[in-house]
């Protein structure tokens, strides 16, 4: 079975500080994500990586960044954290496979995603 | 933008009564996938159905898929109390390069005893 693994269950930081999010999967996976869930918005895509040190911005990357130096690992970092990243982050990961490649261009289909636990994190 | 979205927002049933949640999205897509959420915890995949099949099954649960009318269902047989749930559709673009799937908001289903 998948395991993603996220490194707190409950985080409780004042504002200002810097905030690190772990997450490990154990399936060598190409992909990996952060959301954030509030309530009434859904998951909502911070940032995702399709390979080590590779990184792509979401829909809401502003104040975030993240890190990926090893396959299994991808970190989430608030830089300077304020009230308002106050939600429940989520880590997925899953395979990237190639549907069709043509002339150099590849497309790609998302497969099933593997999400971990979720860090609830207050920022005070 | 909202891809796909799913209606309704929210589901009351009884224990053995079926649940159908439907899902509509905007673009074309290579797949649509269903989740689940328990509170508090992460989503778990269910179903993954491509854009050239109409209809899946998995245990109680079926899966059906328009693409003419860019529209899907989630019925859950004879539910269950286990079941209460949100469930989420979230749909993989058809898209040159890299691309993400899109969640909707989810059905919140309750299922009482």
């Known amino acids: 079975d998948v395991k993603v693994t996220q490194s707190s269950r409950y985080l409780v930081k004042r504002t200002g500080e810097k905030v690190f999010l772990e997450c490990v999967q154990d399936?060598?996976?190409?992909?990996m994500f952060w959301y954030r869930q509030d309530p009434g918005l859904g998951l909502r895509l911070i940032y995702f990586s399709y390979d080590v040190k590779m990184k792509e911005k979401g829909d809401i990357p502003e104040g975030y960044s993240v890190s990926r130096e090893k396959k299994e690992r991808f970190s989430l970092i608030l830089e300077s954290a304020s009230t308002n990243q106050t939600s429940m982050y989520l880590c997925a990961s899953s395979f990237l496979a190639i549907v069709n490649s043509r002339g150099g261009a590849d497309t790609y289909s998302n497969q099933p995603q593997h999400f971990g636990d979720g860090t609830r994190l207050s920022i005070l | 933008s909202q891809q796909g979205e799913e209606d309704p927002q929210a589901l009351s049933i009884q224990e053995g009564e079926n649940a159908t949640m439907n899902c509509s999205y905007k673009t074309s897509i290579n797949n649509l996938q269903w989740y689940r959420q328990n509170s508090g915890r992460g989503l778990v995949h269910l179903i993954l159905i491509r854009s050239n099949e109409r209809e899946k099954h998995s245990g109680r649960l079926r899966v059906t898929l328009d693409t003419s009318k860019k529209s899907s269902s989630l019925l859950i047989t004879a539910s269950r109390a286990a079941d209460t749930a949100s469930y989420f559709c979230?749909?993989?673009?058809?898209?040159?390069?890299?691309?993400?799937?899109?969640f909707g908001k989810g059905t919140m289903l309750l299922v009482s005893p």
């Open positions: 979230a749909t993989d673009a058809k898209n040159s390069g890299y691309s993400t799937l899109t």
């Open positions: 399936m060598d996976h190409e992909n």
